[in-house]
Nanobody, 123 residues
Framework: QVQLVESGGGSVQAGGSLRLSCAAS????????MAWFRQAPGKEREGVAL???????VYAASVKGRFTISRDNAKNALYLQMNSLKPEDTAMYSC?????????????????WGQGTRVTVSS
């Protein structure tokens, strides 16, 4: 059974840091690109960052320089280090597996979504 489980969310003040984790099981994790998405209340889901199976990364302009995506293939784990957090980073963060070719930030190209972990940043 394919499963992705996120953890590490919480409430922090602006300028703080959090590290999100995503544990993958039930499939050949290392064969796929993985990404973090987020969805704020009343807004559409947006891509935050992607890491391919060679370690190449891409980031949304809004988080570049503040967030770092990484993966540990031995542990089937995906991470998102978030520094210098801003109130506008408040959202539900989810990890997902990129199943289809196309633009990295398109949610329809992903499968195996986790349940998400909530991040709240106060000013």
């Amino acid at each position: 059974q394919v499963q992705l489980v996120e953890s590490g969310g919480g409430s922090v003040q602006a300028g703080g840091s959090l590290r999100l984790s995503c544990a993958a099981s039930g499939y050949t994790y290392t064969s796929y690109s993985m990404a973090w998405f987020r969805q704020a209340p009343g807004k559409e889901r947006e891509g935050v960052a992607l890491i391919d199976n060679y370690g190449g990364t891409v980031y949304a302009a809004s988080v570049k320089g503040r967030f770092t995506i990484s993966r540990d293939n031995a542990k089937n784990a995906l991470y998102l280090q978030m520094n210098s957090l801003k109130p506008e980073d408040t959202a539900m963060y989810s990890c997902a597996t990129k199943k289809y070719d196309g633009g990295w930030s398109q949610p329809d190209l992903y499968t195996n979504w986790g349940q998400g972990t909530r991040v709240t940043v106060s000013s």
